[in-house]
């Protein structure tokens, strides 16, 4: 179906991405840009568990709800990852292989389709991991300041996306390994 409740909420999820964006060029102090932007960040989050759940739950599921909704996923991580760098906390290289990865992985899952292969590269649990680290690491990269007065949310979260690249490259071999056999059967 492509409109329902949980397609909605994958929708909202795109819609949310310049409004977090645009939070740091609006003229307002840069703890309030930071306080705004994690917590639009969080709630759009939060939304990509709600929209798989009431899918599920309602019998909504369909074959647009699942391709809307990592898209709707990678752009949000790409954003946030290309507003991290702007804003100087991030380094390039460390976005660079995220999304770097996320359209690699992407083409893959494309190719294999075509190929009638999709299974073999199915969501496992490794990205399924990579992604929740990154999405603690996101909003902790856009606090970027003291959380509780003790967490530095900008130390924790620089730990965190790396351990998230770490985990992409992994992910990406794993894929990688999971299509070999039918790259190689293919390229005969």
């Known amino acids: ?3 329902n409740l949980p397609t909605a909420l994958t929708w909202a999820r795109i819609v949310a991405i310049p409004l977090i964006v645009g939070l740091f060029y609006l003229p307002i102090e840069a703890g309030t840009q930071n306080v705004w932007a994690t917590g639009l960040f969080i709630v759009v989050a939060l939304t990509d568990w709600a929209d798989g759940w009431l899918a599920r739950r309602m019998n909504l599921t369909s ?5 809307l ?10 954003a ?3 507003v991290l760098v702007h804003l100087g906390r991030l380094h390039a290289l460390v976005a660079l292989v995220i999304i770097g990865r996320e359209i690699a992985i992407s083409a893959l899952r494309e190719w294999m389709a075509q190929i009638g292969a999709s299974g073999s590269v ?3 649990m490794v990205g399924k991991l990579k992604t929740t680290v990154q999405m603690v690491a996101i909003p902790f ?3 970027d300041g003291r959380l509780f007065g003790a967490i530095d949310t900008r130390f924790w979260g620089t ?4 351990v998230a690249a770490a985990l992409t490259i992994w992910s990406m071999v794993y894929y990688l390994q999971k299509a070999l056999p039918e790259i190689r059967a293919k390229a005969r």
């Open 122 to 124: 199915a969501v496992h």
């Open 1 to 3: 179906m492509f409109f």
């Open 141 to 143: 990269l856009l606090y």
């Open 63 to 67: 074959s647009f709800g699942a391709f």
């Open 69 to 78: 909704d990592p898209v709707a996923d990678k752009f949000l991580v790409c």
């Open 80 to 82: 946030a990852l290309l």
């Open 159 to 162: 730990l965190l996306i790396l």
